[in-house]
């Protein structure tokens, strides 16, 4: 990638970026005439295949991260959403971070969890030991489910017994629960798991001599930890008015306040899920099995907590460090059939699932970092300001040039609203006359 062409992305034309990703072999030539003619879209026959009851497409704005280094290799990150300053933001921490050279990640397995509940287990100790020596049986009914995977590599892995204590408290009763750990390759795999614990439960019911109340897919993946890791020397984290050293510091205070503050903590682990998200729309992977995954990791340890980690080593830079369960796929569901996923794949020079994983929480580590630089700086409305500005000067009918115009007035006015807005563009249009 000839990243030099992509500089100052931001201030080009629609026109000019899709040109300037093409020249700097960012995308093939099909993907550019497909961007210049706005063909890489769902179809409607397509999309009433996917819903019920399907009337149209709710179109989301799709964007491109730059700036970002992960494991040595340049990225560009496709990111869909709404929220104004999520792209700018990654893009901006990408730049920090890349300049100190880039983030490391880690992901050392890559399994599913399909769980197995019973109830009425009238001897918890023999249930359990029986099902712990039939484990090879219960692992071979799994596979001959879905033999398929086996070809691909994966497969059921291991059987793990848990006892749910009964709680008075919530009037909950005891259960039985059996994990069956499988590797689905390069699927998310919800539908290879859960057709795998619908073949072995019989048989673990017969084991264990009680009820089986379900079987499911856990998207809470303990057996899928992707890891990013940063360090970035103070200089690049100064702002006009504070310098490094000072901004390093506050970031740390400012997480340790999340790890300590549950209410604190939801708004800051919200921001590391505004780019996660992003990239998981623009993939067409499962951003709510995700989320909840994330979010109970966060709670692992009985309270709501920040989901990243920023202290300082001894030559004084400061470290980022971020963990996370995710459940996704690089194959199949969604991209199989979307035009728009299919791209940001391309984007992304295909990655497997566990590459695409690595990459999510890089870009969840840099949108975090973003986040905790503006508000322990300059507070995080002024980037917000401007891009609301735009966004109310194209509400009230601005074009071209008249956007910047009327969006950098706005934001010396006493009020940024549509009233404002429209006031200062019929000045500018009678100007212009």
Known sequence: MKKEILHHFYKKSYAEKIEALYRAEAISKEDYESLKNETLKLSPSVANQMIE???????????????????????????????????????????????????????????????????????????????????????????????????????????????????????????????????????????????????????????????????????YSTESIATARCIVHPKYLATKTMNGELVRDRIIEATQFALADTYRAVTHNKGIMNGIDAVLLATGNDWRAVEAGAHAYASKDGQYRSLSRWSKDNEGNLVGEMKLPLSIGSVGGTLSIHPSAQFAYRLLDQPSAAELSRILVAVGLAQNLAALRALVTEGIQKGHMSLQARSLAIRVGATGKNIERVATRLQNAEHMNSKTAQKILDDLSKNDL
């Open 53 to 219: 009851n399907y009337i149209l497409n709710y179109e989301f704005p799709f964007g491109v991260a730059m700036n970002f280094v992960i494991d040595e290799k340049e990225c560009l990150i496709p990111m869909v959403t709404e929220e104004p300053s999520v792209v700018a933001a990654a893009s901006n921490a990408g730049k920090i971070i890349g300049q100190s050279g880039g983030f490391q990640t880690e992901m050392k397995k890559r399994l599913m969890i399909g769980q197995i509940a019973l109830t009425d287990v009238l001897d918890v100790k023999v249930a359990t030991k029986n099902i712990q020596e039939n484990k090879e049986k219960i692992i071979d009914l799994a596979n001959a489910a879905h033999p398929s995977i086996l070809n691909y590599g994966g497969g059921a892995q291991r059987v793990e017994v848990r006892l749910v204590e009964a709680d008075a408290k919530f009037d909950t009763p005891e259960f039985l629960v059996v994990h069956l750990i499988v590797d689905t390759g390069e699927a998310m795999g919800a539908n290879i798991v859960n057709t795998m614990a619908e073949a072995v439960a019989p048989f673990i019911v017969e084991l264990s001599g009680g009820s089986r109340l379900m079987n499911i897919l856990s998207n």
